[in-house]
Each structure stands twice: as structure tokens, then as C-alpha cells.
């Protein structure tokens, strides 16, 4: 016995929506388990070239370093500057921005 006209099938209507909404969460769950482990597949192909390049990039530098033989005193001197000039250029933004926070915080 109905108390409200058309309650039952309002009723029916919610459940089937509830069933197929939660279809719906099981889909997204798989398919995105499914792109994860495609990520994991794509890392562990490609990974051996991270690992690759820590050894070419050494040997890379020693073998250019002895094709410019004479030139590698320079070099080395432009690297050693380089590196100098950027841990300076590094402590002077780290400065500027201390010196922003505070003046943000009178």
C-alpha cells in the first residue's frame, strides 16, 4: 500500500542510481589502477637511462676534457666561477627574500 503515490518507484529509481553510481566508482578505481601500473611500466623501461647517464656524463667530461687539452685549464677556471657566482647569486636571493619577510611582517 502506497501512502504516497508514486513513492515506490521513486524508491526503485534511487536504488537502481545508487547501484550505478557505485558501477561507476568501480570503473574509476580499475582504470585508474590500470594507469598507474602503466606509469610503474614506463619508469621501469626509461629508468636504465637515468642510471646511464650518471656514468656518461663523467665520461663524457674526461673525454672532452682531454680532446681540449689545452684549453681545459680554462675550463675548468669558467666552471669553478660559474659554480662560485651561482651559491653567491643563491645567498643573495635567499637574503632578499629574508629581508622581504620581514619588512612584511613591521
Known amino acids: 500500500m502506497d501512502t504516497?503515490?508514486?513513492?515506490?518507484?521513486?524508491?526503485a529509481r534511487k536504488r537502481e542510481l545508487l547501484l550505478e553510481s557505485e558501477l561507476n566508482r568501480q570503473v574509476l578505481r580499475v582504470e585508474g589502477s590500470k594507469l598507474l601500473f602503466r606509469a610503474?611500466?614506463?619508469?621501469?623501461?626509461?629508468?636504465?637511462?637515468?642510471?646511464?647517464?650518471?656514468w656518461a656524463g663523467p665520461l663524457a667530461g674526461f673525454l672532452l676534457a682531454r680532446k681540449f687539452k689545452k684549453t681545459a685549464g680554462a675550463f675548468?677556471?669558467?666552471s669553478l666561477l660559474l659554480a662560485v657566482l651561482r651559491a653567491f647569486w643563491r645567498a643573495a636571493e635567499q637574503a632578499a627574500g629574508k629581508r622581504?619577510?620581514?619588512?612584511a611582517k613591521l
Open 76 to 78: 675548468a677556471k669558467g
Open 100 to 103: 622581504g619577510e620581514s619588512e
Open 40 to 54: 610503474e611500466q614506463f619508469k621501469r623501461g626509461y629508468g636504465w637511462a637515468a642510471s646511464a647517464w650518471k
Open 4 to 11: 504516497v503515490p508514486g513513492l515506490n518507484q521513486v524508491q
